[in-house]
């Protein structure tokens, strides 16, 4: 049984404890409470010399389903240090949906290997899995689906249940369909059992249940689970007819994964990077987006260059320049990360994008007139000058309402021409913040103090 109060901490302390003292059986007590996706965490979150030691004590009735939950990056070095057949065993006790996602990082050998140990009917669901697009419905269903005819009664139902006797996991309703097998409805498992042998299916099931098109994308499977509180969910093609269903399990992975990919491509990473990679491919990734910023560095110390004049004349200027630029990234990142979150949950459109825009160029307005006023004041007791006080005011207000403007507009236009606005956004509104605030607030003191 799982220890579900102990830390990942202390797991990895345990294991690097065991694994430094070669006390290998304390490595196998380790793994054997934990569940598959604590096995794979555990992987990623050790160096690789130490993680290949802590796989080769992973049992192998388990591989497959550890593999699963590993990022790809780490998954490739993990499969990288099996030989084939070991490969084919740990994925021989998946399902189709299962392989399907591991199929396309295998070696092409392992895969042939694989097609080859498969049944007819096997490696049927599995080539049609792998023909849907990889972020559609169509790779997440699963094809465990019990289906009944509307026109049974229960009993009928119930001694095809007896039969079979277990149903897949997840399983709330079973799926009802007609005679040429198109989908009709679910039927609930408590009505299953809570009425009459001799009711009839149509009589008891939901007809207004929402079906999920094959080809629906993942990110939008997984908020319609949320926003209808789903166990399961039907699958069909654009004829109606019933292709599987999609689990909550399968959902909740797709929620980590698209959170994960928020988080680090807001800071220009690769939501599969491996914390352990070794040091040279890790900065070569780092190095792209580095260069990126240090291009858009350039382009705000020229315009810092255009009014080098003011700077030799004025002291102060240099002192308060950086404070415009700070205030203005610090409320167009506010915006972004709220859009970008918008745009992931399907919050934001054309229909109230307008909306959204005179909302934060509001807020910017409010926040720019307080902070101003607070740090024009200081400005005034410091240098002893109300013009630097005006100006520094003036510059601030200006900057913080383009840093409004532009955390809701970069990310759409990103998103209009088919950029990730999560892994760019950052950069663009960076630029946009420094060159407004540096230019407004040099050229005001150009103009008023020279």
Same mark, same amino acid.
């Given at each position: 049984?799982?220890?579900?109060?102990?830390?990942?901490?202390?797991?990895?302390?345990?294991?690097?404890?065991?694994?430094?003292?070669?006390?290998?059986?304390?490595?196998?007590?380790?793994?054997?409470?934990?569940?598959?996706?604590?096995?794979?965490?555990?992987?990623?979150?050790?160096?690789?010399?130490?993680?290949?030691?802590?796989?080769?004590?992973?049992?192998?009735?388990?591989?497959?389903?550890?593999?699963?939950?590993?990022?790809?990056?780490?998954?490739?070095?993990?499969?990288?240090?099996?030989?084939?057949?070991?490969? +084919?065993?740990?994925?021989?006790?998946?399902?189709?949906?299962?392989?399907?996602?591991?199929?396309?990082?295998?070696?092409?050998?392992? =895969?042939?290997?694989?097609?080859?140990?498969?049944?007819?009917?096997?490696?049927?669901?599995?080539?049609?899995?792998?023909?849907?697009?990889?972020?559609?419905?169509?790779?997440?269903?699963?094809?465990?689906?019990?289906?009944?005819?509307?026109?049974?009664?229960?009993?009928?139902?119930?001694?095809?249940?007896?039969?079979?006797?277990?149903?897949?996991?997840?399983?709330?309703?079973?799926? +009802?369909?007609?005679?040429?097998?198109?989908?009709?409805?679910?039927?609930?498992?408590?009505?299953?059992?809570?009425?009459?042998?001799?009711?009839?299916?149509?009589?008891?099931?939901?007809?207004?249940?929402?079906?999920?098109?094959?080809?629906?994308?993942?990110?939008? +499977?997984?908020?319609?689970?949320?926003?209808?509180?789903?166990?399961?969910?039907?699958?069909?093609?654009?004829?109606?007819?019933?292709?599987?269903?999609?689990?909550?399990?399968?959902?909740?992975?797709?929620?980590?994964?698209?959170?994960?990919?928020?988080?680090?491509?807001?800071?220009?990473?690769?939501?599969?990077?491996?914390?352990?990679?070794?040091?040279?491919?890790?900065?070569?990734?780092?190095?792209?987006?580095?260069?990126?910023?240090?291009?858009?560095?350039?382009?705000?110390?020229?315009?810092?260059?255009?009014?080098?004049?003011?700077?030799?004349?004025?002291?102060?200027?240099?002192?308060?320049?950086?404070?415009?630029?700070?205030?203005?990234?610090?409320?167009?990142?506010?915006?972004?990360?709220?859009?970008?979150?918008?745009?992931?949950?399907?919050?934001?459109?054309?229909?109230?994008?307008?909306?959204?825009?005179?909302?934060?160029?509001?807020?910017?307005?409010?926040?720019?007139?307080?902070?101003?006023?607070?740090?024009?004041?200081?400005?005034?007791?410091?240098?002893?000058?109300? =013009?630097?006080?005006?100006?520094?005011?003036?510059?601030? +207000?200006?900057?913080?309402?383009?840093?409004?403007?532009?955390?809701?507009?970069?990310?759409?236009?990103?998103?209009?021409?088919?950029?990730?606005?999560?892994?760019?956004?950052?950069?663009?509104?960076?630029?946009?913040?420094?060159?407004?605030?540096?230019?407004?607030?040099?050229?005001?003191?150009?103009?008023?103090?020279?």
């Amino acid at each position: 049984m799982t220890d579900t109060t102990e830390t990942l901490e202390n797991r990895l302390s345990r294991i690097h404890l065991a694994l430094e003292q070669e006390r290998l059986e304390w490595v196998d007590d380790v793994i054997a409470d934990l569940e598959p996706a604590e096995v794979a965490l555990l992987l990623e979150s050790l160096p690789p010399n130490e993680r290949f030691r802590l796989w080769e004590r992973v049992p192998q009735e388990i591989d497959g389903e550890v593999l699963l939950h590993v990022h790809d990056e780490v998954r490739a070095t993990l499969i990288e240090d099996m030989d084939h057949a070991e490969i +084919v065993a740990a994925t021989s006790g998946l399902d189709t949906t299962d392989l399907a996602e591991l199929f396309e990082d295998l070696p092409p050998q392992v =895969a042939e290997d694989m097609l080859r140990s498969m049944d007819e009917l096997q490696r049927a669901r599995l080539q049609e899995t792998l023909a849907f697009e990889e972020d559609s419905a169509g790779r997440l269903m699963r094809t465990d689906t019990i289906a009944v005819r509307a026109d049974v009664n229960l009993e009928t139902v119930q001694r095809f249940l007896r039969w079979k006797e277990s149903v897949p996991d997840n399983t709330d309703a079973l799926m +009802v369909i007609d005679r040429e097998g198109r989908f009709m409805g679910t039927l609930p498992l408590a009505r299953l059992v809570a009425n009459e042998p001799d009711m009839a299916v149509v009589n008891l099931m939901d007809s207004d249940v929402d079906s999920i098109q094959v080809t629906m994308k993942s990110r939008d +499977v997984a908020t319609l689970f949320q926003t209808h509180d789903l166990v399961s969910a039907p699958v069909v093609d654009d004829r109606g007819m019933l292709l599987g269903r999609i689990v909550i399990d399968d959902i909740v992975d797709v929620i980590r994964e698209n959170s994960e990919q928020a988080l680090m491509n807001m800071a220009g990473l690769d939501e599969e990077e491996d914390l352990f990679a070794p040091v040279l491919p890790s900065a070569k990734r780092r190095a792209v987006w580095l260069g990126i910023n240090l291009l858009t560095a350039f382009l705000a110390a020229g315009v810092i260059g255009l009014f080098e004049n003011a700077l030799e004349k004025i002291v102060a200027l240099a002192v308060l320049m950086p404070i415009v630029a700070s205030m203005g990234g610090i409320a167009g990142s506010q915006t972004l990360t709220l859009a970008i979150r918008g745009l992931a949950l399907g919050q934001i459109s054309r229909t109230n994008s307008q909306w959204l825009l005179r909302k934060e160029v509001g807020i910017a307005a409010l926040n720019g007139l307080l902070w101003a006023l607070v740090v024009a004041s200081l400005a005034v007791l410091w240098f002893d000058s109300l =013009a630097i006080g005006g100006i520094i005011a003036s510059a601030l +207000v200006i900057n913080m309402l383009a840093a409004g403007v532009a955390g809701i507009v970069i990310p759409l236009l990103l998103r209009r021409f088919g950029l990730d606005p999560a892994l760019s956004g950052s950069v663009v509104l960076t630029t946009v913040t420094d060159v407004v605030g540096f230019m407004s607030f040099l050229g005001l003191a150009t103009v008023f103090l020279l």
